[in-house]
């Protein structure tokens, strides 16, 4: 058997990775164990289960992503780890850059394999018993002692149950909310406040963070739900849940720190016995013992997660339409506040990396939070319009600039900081026919034709990646519907939750939420940009008014042609008389668009049509409003290898007429007829990839914008097919056709079918 299917086997055995993971395939490749294995995370998690806690595994980067230099520190930690917890020399191990560049894999392999099957064979062989394996692809952390305090006494025979699974889901609520209410005194009062007077006031609060504000407002909840439960028959349930989602927002808080609380708890026991021997004796006044303080920290995390869970099955079994549509309220509002924890989550986890960036760069006296969230880093061939020099550096990509750097053994020194608000990105198609390294690459254009910059890439691959990142840096702060209605919205950190202006959503996160207008204050989500109402205050911006009758030149007007207008259709004033009844106006929005949703794309530019009908079938069309330009219609088309763009066909009959006849009537060079809606999938689109197998359909009940290249937005009304789904909140799937390799939905925004 090849060396490298023998490490895969290993691997396997030591509950790394599933028997069921690609590199087990029989098409399977040695570089597929190398890309498996070349972020180091998987590396880390070995060690731990070849010995339990050799590595915290909060402290190293659990998903590096587009990341060098996070890949390279969880490597680091991996080769460290093996000569201080297992007594490897260096020699026996390999370098970092070996493993992530895959330069000399068969000596990773064979140093690995060998020397550390070598060394834990001479230590006691019973660490390696199969009960102290911890799968990288296990639940969340926390979920067995949940479901532990939450369980309940079966209150009614299983005949009953069957009878009436809708009581049974009331009950549950009543009765979990009671226990965890219960669960939340029980941390208070017989760990938090015993501990006042063996630690301080500041390792008080980083322990148990707001546990007597989530104390109070549960107490409360609790109250409010067995009332409505045992007296009202449940018939305002709903409003509890969505009158409480704002007093809920303290999750955001409590669970963006849990982690951080753990570690200083586990430093506190480590470095206090006093305190280690306390805590065991809370612990057995609290529960006999069962449970420890570190358990039960986990479970408020939990709970606030499992509200949309206990209300998505609570409507499923109502009926009544009107009870069932007040219910769909209630779980929208516990999904929003669901979603929003994790992002808060996410975000402190992404505070953590920018800190590590910050002080590994020297030279940088700039705050790195202050331009966005990163996109990724890594090597490239930085080629500068000014002396034509190819020069190595290692680049940092953020939302606003790209730090440039050169590397100074494990740390970096600033070169240069650009300014992505200044550059726009031009592909250099020529350089992909080059086979060589360091030969393909795109421009980084200024704007104003300053000096610009090239950017060269090892691999096609490579330059793919780094161009969908750099693309979406400069999408983030130059989103398309920006000043969309007058409007002048910029990124934006909001200081407390905020709500969308459009969608009422929250904003998720604690950094660059969304984006505020700087004319009338409305925050908005990046997908929500162009459906918002006109700016109230547009400064001299002119005004927009809704058509309530129609007209279609009767009466006709003194002293110019009529303008042809339905009811719905939205107009714009370009001159009035207050004496006159008549007025000048433009056409800017017409319900015939609207009535066509799957042709229709809304305000859109030529990129985002380019990009949306790139992959399309031949003759795949769309119709969109130029925001932009000269604010009206036109219409895009795949014809053959490009993208057409046509203006003049904003009448629908004309689009209905070009269904049946050539275009090539009207615009000489398009030989073919409008045939495909962009929102419908033609039957001749395929992926590139062999289809992976469909786990089921989901509705998207409302949009969900896209903030980096491996998420999907999704649009009210879009059929989602899902591939995966994970236990964290995200699945992976395919959007009206819009496929790319690691296509990921979050679940909070769909509903299955």
């Given at each position: 058997?090849?060396?490298?299917?023998?490490?895969?086997?290993?691997?396997i055995d030591?509950?790394?990775?599933?028997?069921n993971?690609?590199?087990?395939a029989?098409?399977?490749q040695?570089?597929?164990?190398a890309?498996?294995?070349?972020?180091?995370?998987?590396?880390?998690?070995?060690?731990?289960?070849?010995?339990?806690?050799?590595?915290?595994?909060?402290?190293?980067?659990?998903?590096?992503q587009?990341?060098?230099?996070?890949?390279?520190?969880?490597?680091?930690?991996?080769l460290?780890?093996?000569c201080?917890?297992?007594?490897?020399?260096?020699?026996?191990?390999?370098?970092?850059?070996d493993?992530?560049?895959?330069?000399?894999?068969?000596?990773?392999?064979?140093?690995k394999?060998?020397?550390l099957?070598?060394?834990?064979?001479?230590?006691?062989?019973?660490?390696?018993?199969?009960?102290?394996?911890?799968?990288?692809?296990?639940?969340?952390?926390?979920?067995?002692?949940?479901?532990?305090?939450?369980?309940?006494?079966a209150?009614?025979?299983?005949?009953?149950?069957?009878?009436?699974?809708?009581?049974?889901?009331?009950?549950?609520?009543?009765?979990?909310?009671?226990?965890?209410?219960?669960?939340?005194?029980?941390i208070?009062?017989?760990?938090m406040?015993?501990?006042?007077?063996?630690i301080?006031?500041?390792?008080?609060?980083?322990?148990?963070?707001?546990?007597p504000?989530?104390?109070k407002?549960?107490?409360?909840?609790?109250?409010?739900?067995q009332?409505?439960?045992?007296?009202?028959?449940a018939?305002?349930l709903?409003?509890?849940?969505?009158?409480?989602?704002?007093?809920?927002?303290?999750?955001?808080?409590y669970?963006?720190?849990?982690?951080?609380?753990?570690?200083v708890?586990?430093?506190?026991?480590?470095?206090?016995e006093g305190?280690?021997?306390?805590?065991?004796?809370?612990?057995?006044?609290?529960?006999?013992?069962?449970?420890?303080?570190?358990?039960?920290?986990?479970?408020?995390?939990?709970?606030?997660?499992?509200?949309?869970?206990?209300?998505?099955?609570?409507?499923?079994y109502?009926?009544d339409?009107?009870e069932?549509s007040?219910?769909?309220?209630?779980?929208?509002?516990?999904?929003?506040?669901?979603q929003?924890v994790?992002e808060?989550?996410?975000?402190?986890?992404?505070?953590?990396?920018?800190d590590?960036?910050?002080?590994?760069?020297?030279?940088?006296?700039?705050c790195?939070l202050?331009?966005?969230?990163?996109?990724?880093?890594?090597?490239?061939r930085?080629?500068?319009?000014?002396?034509?020099?190819?020069?190595?550096?290692?680049?940092f990509?953020?939302?606003?600039?790209v730090?440039?750097?050169?590397?100074?053994?494990?740390?970096?020194?600033?070169?240069e900081?650009?300014?992505?608000?200044?550059?726009?990105?031009?592909?250099?198609?020529?350089?992909?026919?080059?086979?060589?390294?360091?030969?393909?690459?795109?421009?980084?254009?200024?704007?104003?034709?300053?000096?610009?910059?090239?950017?060269?890439?090892?691999?096609?691959?490579?330059k793919?990646?780094?161009?969908?990142?750099?693309?979406?840096?400069?999408?983030?702060?130059?989103?398309?519907?920006?000043?969309?209605?007058?409007?002048?919205?910029?990124?934006?950190t909001?200081?407390?939750?905020?709500?969308?202006?459009?969608c009422?959503?929250?904003l998720?996160?604690?950094?660059?939420?969304?984006?505020?207008c700087?004319?009338?204050?409305?925050g908005?989500?990046?997908g929500?940009?162009?459906?918002?109402?006109?700016?109230?205050?547009?400064?001299?911006?002119?005004?927009?008014?809704?058509?309530?009758?129609?007209?279609?030149?009767?009466?006709?007007?003194?002293?110019?042609?009529?303008?042809?207008?339905?009811?719905?259709?939205?107009?714009?004033?370009?001159?009035?008389?207050?004496?006159?009844?008549?007025?000048?106006?433009?056409?800017v929005l017409?319900?015939c668009?609207l009535?066509?949703?799957?042709?229709?794309?809304g305000?859109?530019?030529?990129?985002?049509?380019?990009?949306?009908?790139?992959?399309?079938d031949n003759?795949?069309?769309?119709?969109?409003?130029?925001?932009?330009?000269?604010?009206?219609?036109?219409?895009?088309?795949?014809?053959?290898?490009f993208?057409?763009?046509k203006?003049?066909?904003?009448?629908?009959?004309?689009?209905?007429?070009?269904?049946?006849h050539?275009l090539?009537?009207?615009?000489r060079?398009?030989?073919?007829?409008?045939?495909?809606?962009?929102?419908?999938?033609?039957?001749?689109f395929?992926?590139?990839v062999?289809?992976?197998?469909?786990?089921?359909?989901?509705?998207?009940r409302?949009?969900?914008g896209?903030?980096?290249?491996?998420?999907?937005?999704?649009?009210?009304?879009?059929?989602?097919?899902?591939?995966?789904?994970?236990?964290?909140?995200?699945?992976?799937?395919?959007?009206?056709?819009?496929?790319?390799?690691n296509?990921?939905?979050?679940?909070?925004?769909?509903?299955?079918?």
């Amino acid at each position: 058997m090849e060396y490298w299917r023998q490490c895969s086997l290993w691997l396997i055995d030591c509950k790394v990775l599933p028997r069921n993971h690609r590199v087990t395939a029989d098409s399977a490749q040695v570089f597929d164990l190398a890309q498996t294995l070349r972020d180091g995370v998987l590396l880390c998690q070995l060690l731990n289960n070849l010995r339990p806690d050799t590595i915290n595994l909060k402290e190293i980067n659990i998903r590096p992503q587009m990341s060098q230099f996070l890949c390279l520190k969880n490597i680091r930690t991996f080769l460290s780890a093996c000569c201080e917890a297992f007594g490897m020399k260096k020699s026996e191990l390999f370098e970092a850059f070996d493993l992530f560049d895959v330069r000399d894999f068969g000596k990773v392999m064979k140093k690995k394999i060998k020397n550390l099957v070598l060394v834990v064979s001479e230590g006691d062989n019973e660490e390696l018993e199969e009960d102290i394996y911890d799968p990288v692809y296990g639940d969340v952390e926390g979920g067995e002692v949940y479901e532990d305090l939450m369980r309940t006494e079966a209150a009614a025979s299983q005949k009953q149950a069957e009878v009436d699974i809708r009581s049974c889901c009331l009950l549950e609520i009543k009765q979990t909310e009671a226990k965890y209410s219960e669960t939340l005194e029980t941390i208070e009062k017989y760990f938090m406040i015993p501990l006042i007077k063996f630690i301080s006031a500041t390792e008080i609060d980083k322990i148990f963070i707001n546990i007597p504000d989530l104390v109070k407002i549960h107490r409360s909840l609790l109250a409010e739900i067995q009332d409505s439960v045992q007296n009202r028959n449940a018939e305002n349930l709903h409003q509890i849940f969505i009158i409480y989602k704002d007093r809920l927002l303290l999750y955001g808080k409590y669970c963006g720190h849990v982690e951080s609380a753990i570690s200083v708890l586990d430093f506190i026991c480590k470095e206090k016995e006093g305190v280690r021997l306390k805590l065991e004796e809370c612990s057995k006044r609290a529960n006999n013992g069962k449970f420890t303080l570190r358990d039960l920290l986990v479970v408020p995390m939990q709970r606030v997660l499992k509200y949309p869970l206990l209300l998505q099955e609570l409507v499923k079994y109502t009926s009544d339409n009107k009870e069932n549509s007040n219910l769909r309220l209630a779980l929208d509002a516990m999904r929003d506040l669901a979603q929003y924890v994790n992002e808060v989550k996410r975000d402190v986890e992404t505070l953590r990396e920018i800190d590590q960036y910050q002080r590994s760069i020297e030279n940088l006296n700039q705050c790195l939070l202050s331009y966005g969230r990163p996109k990724g880093d890594g090597e490239v061939r930085l080629v500068s319009n000014v002396d034509k020099r190819r020069q190595d550096r290692h680049i940092f990509l953020f939302d606003v600039a790209v730090i440039v750097c050169k590397r100074r053994g494990d740390n970096y020194e600033m070169k240069e900081v650009i300014n992505l608000n200044h550059f726009k990105i031009t592909d250099n198609p020529i350089t992909d026919k080059d086979c060589r390294k360091w030969c393909y690459g795109f421009y980084l254009t200024h704007q104003q034709g300053q000096s610009g910059f090239e950017f060269l890439f090892k691999t096609k691959d490579l330059k793919k990646k780094w161009l969908d990142q750099f693309e979406m840096a400069i999408s983030n702060i130059r989103p398309e519907n920006a000043t969309f209605n007058s409007h002048h919205f910029r990124m934006h950190t909001f200081e407390r939750a905020t709500s969308c202006s459009s969608c009422h959503m929250l904003l998720r996160g604690i950094f660059n939420q969304g984006y505020l207008c700087s004319k009338c204050g409305n925050g908005a989500h990046k997908g929500c940009l162009g459906k918002l109402g006109v700016c109230g205050r547009a400064g001299n911006g002119l005004p927009k008014m809704l058509v309530i009758r129609d007209y279609f030149g009767v009466p006709s007007p003194l002293g110019g042609p009529p303008l042809n207008a339905k009811i719905g259709d939205v107009i714009e004033i370009i001159c009035a008389d207050p004496h006159s009844s008549w007025c000048v106006v433009v056409l800017v929005l017409t319900t015939c668009m609207l009535a066509h949703a799957s042709r229709f794309a809304g305000p859109m530019e030529r990129h985002h049509a380019e990009s949306e009908l790139m992959e399309r079938d031949n003759s795949t069309y769309l119709v969109r409003y130029r925001s932009r330009e000269s604010k009206e219609y036109a219409i895009s088309i795949k014809y053959h290898v490009f993208i057409a763009h046509k203006t003049g066909l904003m009448d629908g009959g004309l689009v209905e007429y070009y269904k049946q006849h050539s275009l090539k009537e009207g615009f000489r060079t398009l030989d073919t007829t409008l045939q495909v809606p962009y929102k419908e999938l033609g039957s001749g689109f395929r992926p590139a990839v062999l289809t992976p197998r469909v786990l089921g359909i989901a509705l998207a009940r409302y949009d969900f914008g896209s903030r980096d290249t491996r998420e999907l937005s999704l649009r009210v009304g879009d059929l989602v097919k899902i591939y995966t789904k994970s236990t964290n909140g995200w699945w992976k799937g395919e959007v009206n056709g819009r496929v790319r390799k690691n296509n990921f939905l979050h679940l909070y925004s769909c509903e299955a079918l």
